[in-house]
C-alpha cells in the first residue's frame, strides 16, 4: 500500500504541475493581450487585409488558444490520469 | 438602411408566441422532473446523472447570460473591438476551472463548494463564511439579471418593468420548486440550443449580406464609421484597471456558486472535464457569433438607431433582428432573450438555495442531522425566500447598471471564493481560521473598494473624486485573500486539517470509492 500512496501523489503532482503549467499559459495569452490593448493602442489598430486588424487577429486567437489548451488538457487528462486512476482504483479493489 | 421605424417596444405577437411555447414545453419538463426528485441528491445534483456533453451544454446556458447577448453584441456595435475585452475575458476562465477546479470539486463535495472547503476543516465557521460567499455573489448575479429582465421585456414586449420581473419570478419558482436540477439543467441545455441557434442563424443572415466573408462585413463597418472600429477604444485607459478588470473576469468564472454547482450533476471527475470541454467550446463561438452580431447591428441598423432606442446599446441585437429577419425573427430573439434570463435566474436560485440549505441550515444549525425530508422542504422554503427577494431586489435595483453589477459579481467571485477553493484544495497546512479569513476578507474588501470606487463615487453619488482609484479591486484583493488565507494558517497550524489531506488527496484523485 506503501507504493499505492507513492503511486497516488506522484500523480497527484504531475496533475498538479500540469494545472499550473496551463494556467500560466492562459494568464500570458491573455494578460499579454489586455497590455498590448492597454500600451500599444496604435500597434492593435494597425490593418492586416482590409476589415482585419492585428487586434481583431489576436482577439480570435485568444479564443482559438483558449479551445486549445481546453482540447490539450482534456487529450492529456483522458491519456495520462484515467489509466492510472483506473489502475490504482483496481489494486485497492483488489487487496480487500 | 437604417429605418427609424422599429417594432421593438411594442407588444410582438412571434414574441409573446415564441415565449408561451418556450414556458409550455419547460413547465412540460418540469413536471416530468418533479416526478424524479425525491431526494436531496436529486434536487440539487440532478441525480448525478447528467452526461458530461449534456452538462457541457447546461454549463454554456448558465454562463451565457442575457448581459453577454445583449450586452457584448450592444458594446461591439457601439465600440467595435473593444467587445472583444470583454468576450475573451469571459472566456479564458474556463481552463483555468478545467484544470483546477472542476475534478477536484467534483471528487470531494456533495452540492456547494463549501463541500470542498470545509472537508477537512471544523464545519460551522467554514461553512457561515463560505454561505457567505455564496450569496454575495448570487445575490448581484439575480439583481443583474432581473433588472436585465426588467428593462429588456419592458423594451421588446412592452410590459411594465415591475410586472416583467414579477414573471421572471414566478415562472422560475416553478422550474426550482418543482422540478429542482433536473428541471433547471433541461432549461438551462434547451435555452443553450435555442440562444446559440438563434444567435447562428442571426449570424448567417447577416454574413449572406457579405460573402459569407466576415472580413468583408468587418470592411463595411470601417468604410462607415472609420478605421477605429477595428482598434481599441476607450474601454481600456489605464494599463492597471485593464489588468485588475482582467483578473476578475479570469478568476471569477471559478468562484460562481452557480457554475460550481453544475459539476455535482454528473458522474464522475472524467464526466467533469469533458463537460468544461464542450462549455468552452460552446461559449468560445457564441462570443465568435456576438461579434459578428455586433457588427453586423453597426452597419446594417447604424449607431444613431441603436443608441435612440437605448443608450447603452443593449437593443442592438433585437435591432439587428428586426432588420435582417423582420418581426418574425425580432419576436424569435425577443423570445430567446427573456427564456435566457429565465434560466440563468433559476440555475442561481438554486446555488443560493444550496447555500441557505445545505451549508447553513442541514450543516450548521442541525449540525448534519436533518433526513431526507427535512432537507428537501427546507431547500424548497429557501428557493421561494430567494424568489422573493430576487423579485424585490429586481424591482429597487431598477435602472442599475447591469454590466457593473455582473462584473461586482464577478469580483467578489474572484477574491472571496476562488482563492480559498485553491488554498483548501491544494495547499496542505490551510486551516479553518485561514480559509474563513481567506472567504470574508476577499469578499468585504473587494466590496468596500468597490463602494469606494470611482462607479460609486463619482458616476452614481457625485463626488469629485473616489478614495480607491480602480473601477475593479481585483487586482488588490485577490491577492490579499490569498495573503491572507495563507498568514492566517501558518500562524496557528491546525492538527486535525492538516493529518487529514493525504485522504482528502487520494479522494480528490481517485474518486469516491468505498473503503
Same mark, same amino acid.
Given at each position: 500500500m506503501i507504493d499505492d500512496l507513492q503511486a497516488l501523489q506522484v500523480l497527484a503532482r504531475k496533475r498538479w504541475r500540469m494545472a499550473i503549467a496551463l494556467s500560466m499559459v492562459m494568464v500570458v495569452i491573455y494578460f499579454g493581450f489586455l497590455l498590448l490593448v492597454a500600451f500599444n493602442k496604435e500597434g492593435l489598430g494597425?490593418?492586416?487585409?482590409?476589415?482585419?486588424?492585428v487586434g481583431i487577429f489576436l482577439g480570435a486567437m485568444v479564443i482559438v488558444l483558449t479551445w486549445a489548451v481546453t482540447l490539450f488538457y482534456v487529450r492529456w487528462a483522458n491519456a495520462n490520469v484515467d489509466e492510472e486512476i483506473k489502475r490504482l482504483n483496481a489494486r485497492r479493489g483488489g487487496a480487500r | 438602411m437604417s429605418a427609424p421605424m422599429t417594432a421593438v417596444g411594442e407588444p410582438n405577437v412571434t414574441a409573446i408566441t415564441f415565449f408561451f411555447l418556450f414556458v409550455a414545453l419547460t413547465v412540460g419538463i418540469t413536471y416530468w422532473a418533479a416526478r424524479r426528485t425525491k431526494s436531496t441528491e436529486e434536487f440539487f445534483?440532478?441525480?448525478?446523472?447528467? %452526461?458530461g456533453r449534456q452538462n457541457g451544454f447546461a454549463l454554456a446556458g448558465d454562463y451565457m447570460s442575457a448581459a453577454s447577448f445583449l450586452g457584448i453584441a450592444g458594446l461591439v456595435s457601439l %465600440? &467595435? =473591438?473593444? &467587445?472583444l475585452i470583454y468576450s475573451t475575458g469571459w472566456l479564458v476562465g474556463w481552463p483555468v476551472v478545467l484544470v483546477l477546479i472542476a475534478e477536484p470539486l467534483r471528487n470531494l463535495?456533495?452540492?456547494? =463548494?463549501a463541500d470542498v472547503v470545509s472537508y477537512r476543516m471544523r464545519q460551522t465557521p467554514v461553512r457561515i463564511a463560505a454561505a457567505l460567499g455564496t450569496l454575495a455573489v448570487v445575490v448581484f448575479y439575480l439583481i443583474a439579471q432581473m433588472v436585465g429582465a426588467g428593462n429588456l421585456i419592458r423594451l421588446? =414586449?412592452?410590459? !411594465?418593468y415591475d410586472m416583467a420581473v414579477g414573471i421572471v419570478g414566478a415562472v422560475m419558482l416553478i422550474y426550482v420548486i418543482f422540478g429542482g436540477m433536473i428541471a433547471t439543467t433541461w432549461v438551462q441545455i434547451i435555452k443553450a440550443c435555442l440562444l446559440l441557434g438563434g444567435a447562428l442563424l442571426m449570424a448567417i443572415l447577416v454574413l449572406a449580406q457579405f460573402d459569407m466573408n466576415p472580413l468583408h462585413l468587418f470592411a463595411a463597418a470601417q468604410a462607415k464609421? &472609420?478605421?477605429?472600429?477595428?482598434a481599441p477604444g476607450k474601454?481600456? %485607459?489605464n494599463p492597471w484597471e485593464a489588468v485588475s478588470l482582467g483578473l476578475a473576469l479570469m478568476f471569477g468564472t471559478a468562484g460562481l456558486p452557480h457554475i460550481l454547482m453544475r459539476?455535482?450533476?454528473?458522474?464522475?471527475a472524467q464526466a467533469a472535464r469533458q463537460s468544461v470541454f464542450w462549455a468552452t467550446g460552446l461559449i468560445g463561438f457564441f462570443y465568435l457569433l456576438t461579434f459578428v452580431l455586433g457588427f453586423g447591428a453597426m452597419v446594417l441598423v447604424g449607431r444613431d438607431v441603436i443608441t435612440g432606442v437605448d443608450v447603452g446599446g443593449n437593443m442592438a441585437a433585437p435591432l439587428l433582428a428586426e432588420a435582417i429577419g423582420g418581426k418574425g425573427l425580432l419576436g424569435f430573439i425577443a423570445a430567446v432573450a427573456f427564456a435566457t434570463i429565465l434560466a440563468v435566474v433559476a440555475g442561481l436560485t438554486l446555488s443560493g438555495a444550496a447555500a441557505l440549505s445545505?451549508?447553513? *441550515?442541514? !450543516?450548521?444549525?442541525?449540525k448534519g442531522h436533518a433526513d431526507h425530508v427535512e432537507q428537501l422542504r427546507v431547500a424548497r422554503v429557501a428557493t421561494v425566500l430567494l424568489g422573493i427577494v430576487a423579485v424585490l431586489l429586481g424591482i429597487v435595483f431598477k435602472g442599475q447598471n447591469v454590466a457593473f453589477m455582473v462584473g461586482l459579481a464577478f469580483a467578489v467571485a474572484a477574491s472571496g471564493n476562488f482563492p480559498a477553493l485553491v488554498l483548501s484544495i491544494f *495547499? $496542505?497546512? %490551510?486551516t479553518t481560521n485561514g480559509m474563513v479569513a481567506c472567504i470574508v476578507v476577499g469578499t468585504v474588501t473587494s466590496l468596500l473598494l468597490i463602494y469606494l470606487s470611482p462607479t460609486i463615487?463619482?458616476?452614481?453619488?457625485?463626488?469629485?473624486?473616489?478614495? =480607491?482609484?480602480? $473601477?475593479?479591486p481585483a487586482l488588490i484583493t485577490i491577492p490579499l485573500a490569498f495573503v491572507v488565507g495563507i498568514v492566517v494558517s501558518l500562524a496557528k497550524p491546525e492538527a486535525d486539517a492538516l493529518a487529514a489531506y493525504d485522504g482528502k488527496e487520494r479522494r480528490m484523485i481517485l474518486g469516491v470509492v468505498e473503503d
Open positions: 494597425t490593418p492586416i487585409v482590409p476589415g482585419l486588424s | 445534483a440532478a441525480g448525478r446523472v447528467i %452526461s %465600440s &467595435g =473591438f473593444d &467587445g463535495g456533495k452540492y456547494t =463548494f421588446m =414586449f412592452g410590459l !411594465s464609421y &472609420g478605421d477605429a472600429v477595428l474601454l481600456i %485607459s459539476f455535482y450533476t454528473v458522474p464522475d445545505h451549508d447553513l *441550515w442541514v !450543516s450548521v444549525v442541525r *495547499w $496542505r497546512k %490551510s463615487q463619482v458616476d452614481m453619488l457625485g463626488k469629485a473624486h473616489a478614495w =480607491f482609484p480602480l $473601477r475593479n
